[in-house]
């Protein structure tokens, strides 16, 4: 990176940025007329072909305020126009020296951290149909052999099945229609957790298998939805 206090540097790289989009500002006009007054990086003629590209692009009225400010010997610099300069090799070997290069990634650990997220958003996504917990589970578990025995058989006593009855009247429904609910609502969730399943252990071998940190974070971007 360059010196924070070196104003010369961070003017020559705005400078050269503007240079090559081929964008003409009056910022840049000066600062490339300061850069060639100073003999920066010994690149004068350099700062000055840029200075008067740009100027002879800036509309009349923003070209004139900066032409009073001349020298003699820069009237005379800025009588002809050329096209836009080349970067000097040495100037451009410097100002990409500036620029570190990126930090090696470490690629196991990125594909760690992308199994872990596969594994959390697929819960989250599963979570979205059932509600968690271990207890919660346990009562989903006995309301779904309830539900079946409900509809195994429609006369069996109210005693065997609790939570349907409980359920049932809380919703204003039959024992037989809150079962049917309930194991239509357990065959749903079961498609939903195969395709969950299946997206995730897909995407934990994409993973394995990538071999850039591109690559490997677009394996853990899964979309969970069915389509």
């Not at 003999?39 to 900066?66: H, R």
């Not at 001349?70 to 500036?98: C, H, M, N, Q």
Request: with cysteine.
């Amino acid at each position: 990176m360059y010196n924070i206090d070196s104003m010369y540097e961070c003017m020559t790289e705005g400078v050269v940025k503007a240079l090559r989009a081929k964008v003409a500002e009056r910022w840049a006009v000066c600062a490339s007329i300061w850069l060639a007054r100073q003999q920066v990086f010994n690149a004068q003629d350099f700062w000055y072909a840029v200075a008067g590209k740009m100027l002879s692009e800036l509309p009349a009225g923003e070209a004139a305020t900066i032409e009073g400010q001349f020298s003699k010997a820069e009237d005379t610099l800025f009588s002809t126009v050329g096209d836009w300069p080349t970067l000097p090799e040495g100037l451009a070997a410097r100002i990409a020296a500036w620029t570190p290069a990126p930090a090696d990634i470490d690629l196991d650990a990125l594909r760690a951290d992308a199994v872990l997220k596969v594994d959390r958003a697929a819960e989250a996504y599963r979570m979205q149909f059932i509600t968690p917990g271990y207890g919660q589970l346990m009562a989903y578990q006995q309301k779904l052999e309830e539900a079946r025995d409900k509809l195994a058989n429609p006369s069996i006593a109210n005693d065997k099945i609790p939570h349907i009855i409980a359920e049932a009247a809380a919703d204003d429904m039959t024992p037989l229609e809150k079962a049917q609910q309930v194991v239509a609502a357990f065959s749903a969730f079961q498609q939903v957790s195969a395709s969950v399943e299946a997206k995730r252990i897909a995407a934990k071998k994409a993973i394995a298998e990538a071999t850039t940190a591109e690559a490997i974070t677009a394996a853990s971007n899964v979309s969970w939805a069915e389509e």
